[in-house]
């Protein structure tokens, strides 16, 4: 059976980027337990989740327990949108296929530096999507793949960027909502993607030079071509 889709943005243009891909249908809406508001369209359902882990944790958790609950579960999650990129590693307008939803930040800051909470014993700080699924995505758009880090704050120092890329040797880009959608995709028990288009290089802080209409272009441009990968996707070649 083909797997329903729900895909989650921070904000509203990130969605209408998903959906200016979708040429077929018109979008309708439904509206959720908790005035949550789902945007249907073309097979794939649309859900703003708000800036941040936190909020996109919540709201893809109360979208997935909904649907379950109404005897209409999802089979995929995506968090999509805009994102930092590392350069030169992923530059402006580039297209970024997360093979690792890392969060960045998740832990403690020791005498001896930072230490993940994988080693103080909890929970965990990387999701991974699907193998196939991501070397699909990639072969069909040319996207890149890689570590996605989630952040609570966006990196506005060279000397940030150059930490977390320490840190994180294959991080690709960062963005603020990956790994809070991967998490409740997991509570759920589904596999999840995240597609990041880079408006920004991660580094010194320059938010006019962000390139936020070529990146939701790219997105609009990238889910054209994930679409019918993402539609004819069956979950049991994990
Ligand atoms: O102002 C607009 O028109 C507009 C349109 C779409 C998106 C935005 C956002 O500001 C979205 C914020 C969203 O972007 C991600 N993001 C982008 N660059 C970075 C970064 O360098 N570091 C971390 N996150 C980044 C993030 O996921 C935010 O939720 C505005």
Same mark, same amino acid.
């Given at each position: 059976?083909?797997?329903?889709?729900?895909?989650?943005?921070?904000?509203?243009?990130?969605?209408?980027?998903?959906?200016?891909?979708?040429?077929?249908?018109?979008?309708?809406?439904?509206?959720?337990?908790?005035?949550?508001?789902?945007?249907?369209?073309?097979?794939?359902?649309?859900?703003?989740?708000?800036?941040?882990?936190?909020?996109?944790?919540?709201?893809?958790?109360?979208?997935?327990?909904?649907?379950?609950?109404?005897?209409?579960?999802?089979?995929?999650?995506?968090?999509?949108?805009?994102?930092?990129?590392?350069?030169?590693?992923?530059?402006?307008?580039?297209?970024?296929?997360?093979?690792?939803?890392?969060?960045?930040?998740?832990?403690?800051?020791?005498?001896?530096?930072?230490?993940?909470?994988?080693? $103080?014993?909890?929970?965990?700080?990387?999701?991974?999507?699907?193998?196939? $699924?991501?070397?699909?995505?990639?072969?069909?758009?040319?996207?890149?793949?890689?570590?996605?880090?989630?952040?609570?704050?966006?990196?506005?120092?060279?000397?940030?960027?150059?930490?977390?890329?320490?840190?994180?040797?294959?991080?690709?880009?960062?963005?603020?909502?990956?790994?809070?959608?991967?998490?409740?995709?997991?509570?759920?028990?589904?596999?999840?993607?995240?597609?990041?288009?880079?408006?920004?290089?991660?580094?010194?802080?320059?938010?006019?030079?962000?390139?936020?209409?070529?990146?939701?272009?790219?997105?609009?441009?990238?889910?054209?071509?994930?679409?019918?990968?993402?539609?004819?996707?069956?979950?049991?070649?994990?």
């Amino acid at each position: 059976m083909i797997p329903r889709v729900l895909v989650a943005t921070a904000v509203p243009a990130e969605q209408d980027a998903v959906a200016r891909s979708f040429t077929a249908d018109e979008p309708r809406g439904t509206r959720l337990a908790g005035g949550v508001a789902l945007r249907r369209s073309a097979g794939f359902d649309l859900l703003v989740v708000g800036v941040g882990p936190g909020s996109a944790g919540a709201r893809t958790g109360a979208a997935l327990t909904a649907a379950a609950l109404a005897g209409e579960p999802y089979g995929l999650v995506v968090s999509a949108g805009i994102g930092g990129g590392f350069p030169p590693h992923a530059p402006v307008g580039s297209l970024v296929v997360a093979d690792a939803i890392t969060a960045a930040d998740l832990g403690a800051e020791t005498a001896d530096g930072f230490v993940p909470v994988t080693e $103080l014993g909890f929970g965990t700080v990387t999701h991974r999507p699907p193998e196939t $699924l991501v070397r699909e995505l990639t072969a069909v758009s040319g996207a890149l793949s890689g570590t996605v880090l989630t952040v609570s704050t966006v990196t506005g120092t060279a000397e940030r960027a150059a930490l977390l890329r320490a840190r994180h040797p294959h991080a690709l880009a960062e963005a603020m909502e990956g790994f809070g959608v991967a998490e409740a995709a997991a509570a759920a028990g589904l596999p999840v993607l995240e597609i990041r288009a880079v408006s920004n290089p991660v580094g010194p802080r320059d938010r006019a030079a962000w390139r936020i209409a070529d990146a939701l272009a790219a997105l609009t441009e990238g889910f054209g071509k994930f679409a019918p990968v993402l539609g004819s996707w069956n979950p049991y070649d994990l």
